[in-house]
């Protein structure tokens, strides 16, 4: 009985953990487990062992192999699609192209690919799109076991409990149905997205950006005015620092002095006005040597929320300056050095020579565009990686090679033909995931064996008072929907699969349809910007509000559960 408190503690205590964000998810997983082991709660042997997980060493394959889907022509050629016809056959081609590339490939690849294109587009406004993209490719990772990493952790749990793999298309045609009336959906509510293009400038235009008058700038003497510096395209001068002192708004006859701090508000493009002005020494010019630039989206988990630039000194641990920075539509104001940073703070980022090989950039953000603009794969090799990846799924659906057998051939022939090297792969390893999934699964197998599983699932029967088998399904959809707005997908998933298992054990019914319950409920991610990476991607890039996820959210997330809750039992009976 002590046995099963004290893992009740632990359990409690890393959900609590998790939502408060207090540390990564990867070293709360680890330290929970850690904490069983060190209190002869499990053996070591054991322990590892979660961590050879048959599934577990897919989902890293499948990981390190999209690493070179990622350079072919095939996310460009997508790309094609935005701009061409009315909004809603735009959003609908889209929103279906995504969710087919979804399928099979890195979502998060296929947003960072597309943001840049959507946001550009002359046609449509990028707020129009931007969300719909993000969710269309939340609901192609419902169509395949590779479709998203949650359905591969979960899949892990299954074989770790010896019951039978999930099929590569097993829940394919609930998933079909999904993708059909879910992108229809957004194609109707195509209007009730805001379309931010007729905002004011300083609404519209949300980095922050920062320059220095240099001692002998011929700026100094002249008025604000008179240095033509509030008539720039794209670019508004929010804020002036003198000795400390801040001005704002700033009066247009004010007289420019040496040492004089200049804040903006601009787009992107808005920073090579900036060079225009002699003398005028913008923040992160000494790094700037004609190399593009790169926007970085900060994730949820990264070491640099909650610090500023200089107390991170962001520039000696990336090799790279920071230009810029933007949180959604929120106006920023202050040093651009002493800016608290937040998740979700998109940076724009003048890149050394060692900044793309930095192992910390993965851990820290959620997606870096700009990387591999020019990196393409020729039509040869695209060929091979496109062919030799479909190739490897075809053998392993018809059992000619085990899948993951397939999947190292593929990996050696990449790095053979130099669709992706050995540091590539190294930078992509899914550390933070292996530990999660490794460490989850281990806590699994103790729930289980303690009773604890099996108790908070008679608890869950109880409460139901006899409702049925039905009722425990829609609970266990519904729990695993609700721990993944709440603490991240992949979590939700460790956590609601052995209440899900023990709850089919008490009542004696196939296990299927409650595993499928967790599968889709832990990619339900519709309502919340914070609980899907790419939902956090689009959030800043499309200058959203929350109230726009609970506008477009709210009716998906109805729709796909109403979806998952009539198909999953029709098809897979109790």
Not at 224 to 251: F, H, M, Q, T, W
């Amino acid at each position: 009985m002590s046995e099963l408190w004290v893992l009740s503690s632990i359990l409690l205590v890393l959900v609590v953990a998790l939502m408060a964000g207090a540390w990564t998810p990867a070293a709360l997983f680890f330290t929970a487990a850690l904490t069983t082991y060190l209190l002869g709660m499990v053996e070591l042997e054991t322990a590892l062992a979660s961590f050879t997980n048959a599934g577990l060493v897919t989902l890293v394959l499948i990981i390190l192999s999209t690493a070179a889907l990622e350079k072919t022509s095939l996310l460009g050629k997508l790309s094609q699609v935005v701009g061409q016809g009315s909004l809603a056959s735009t959003m609908a081609k889209l929103g279906l192209s995504t969710a087919l590339l979804s399928s099979f490939t890195n979502n998060t690849a296929v947003v960072s690919s597309l943001i840049g294109v959507v946001r550009r587009n002359q046609s449509h406004a990028p707020a129009k799109l931007l969300l719909p993209l993000s969710y269309a490719a939340i609901l192609g990772g419902t169509l395949t076991l590779i479709g998203t990493s949650t359905n591969l952790i979960v899949n892990s749990f299954v074989e770790n409990a010896g019951l039978e793999p999930l099929g590569f298309f097993e829940f394919s045609m609930i998933g079909a149905v999904i993708v059909t009336l879910g992108v229809g959906l957004l194609v109707l509510l195509a209007n009730v997205l805001p379309d931010r293009r007729e905002e004011s400038a300083e609404e519209s235009l949300p980095y922050l950006l920062e320059a220095r008058v240099a001692k002998l700038s011929q700026l100094i003497g002249k008025s604000v005015l008179d240095n033509r510096l509030r008539a720039l395209k794209k670019l508004y001068l929010v804020e002036l620092e003198r000795s400390g002192i801040r001005i704002c708004p700033v009066p247009p006859h004010l007289v420019l002095q040496s040492e004089d701090i200049l804040r903006f508000g601009g787009a992107v493009e808005s920073v090579e006005l900036l060079h225009q002005f002699d003398g005028l020494e913008w923040f992160g010019k000494q790094q700037a040597k004609g190399q593009n630039l790169i926007e970085a989206v900060l994730s949820p988990t990264s070491k640099l929320v909650g610090t500023s630039l200089k107390v991170s000194k962001f520039r000696e641990r990336f090799d790279g300056a920071v230009l810029a920075i933007r949180r959604g539509h929120h106006p920023l104001k202050g040093g651009l050095g002493d800016i608290e940073l937040q998740a979700g703070d998109v940076l724009l980022i003048t890149p050394g020579d060692s900044f793309s090989h930095n192992a910390k950039l993965a851990a820290d953000f959620v997606a870096v565009s700009g990387l591999d603009l020019s990196v393409r794969l020729d039509s040869k090799r695209s060929r091979w990686v496109l062919g030799g990846f479909v190739l490897t799924i075809f053998a392993s659906l018809i059992g000619a090679l085990p899948l993951i057998k397939g999947l190292i051939l593929l990996l050696i022939s990449y790095v053979a033909i130099g669709a992706v090297s050995l540091t590539e792969l190294k930078r992509r390893f899914p550390i933070e995931l292996v530990v999660i999934v490794g460490s989850a699964l281990s806590l699994a197998n103790l729930m289980l064996s303690t009773g604890l599983a099996n108790d908070i699932a008679s608890f869950i029967l109880t409460s139901l008072n006899g409702f049925g088998v039905f009722a425990a399904f829609v609970c266990v959809y519904f729990l695993t929907l609700l721990l993944t707005e709440l603490i991240t997908n992949n979590a939700a998933a460790a956590l609601a699969f052995p209440v899900a298992y023990a709850i089919a054990l008490n009542y004696g019914v196939d296990t299927r349809p409650f595993i499928l319950a967790v599968v889709f409920g832990a990619s339900a991610s519709f309502i919340s910007p914070y609980g899907y990476q790419t939902n956090l991607m689009v959030y800043s890039a499309g200058n959203y509000r929350f109230t726009d996820f609970l506008r477009v959210g709210i009716p998906l997330s109805v729709l796909y559960s109403s979806i998952v809750i009539i198909l999953v039992p029709l098809l897979f009976p109790f």
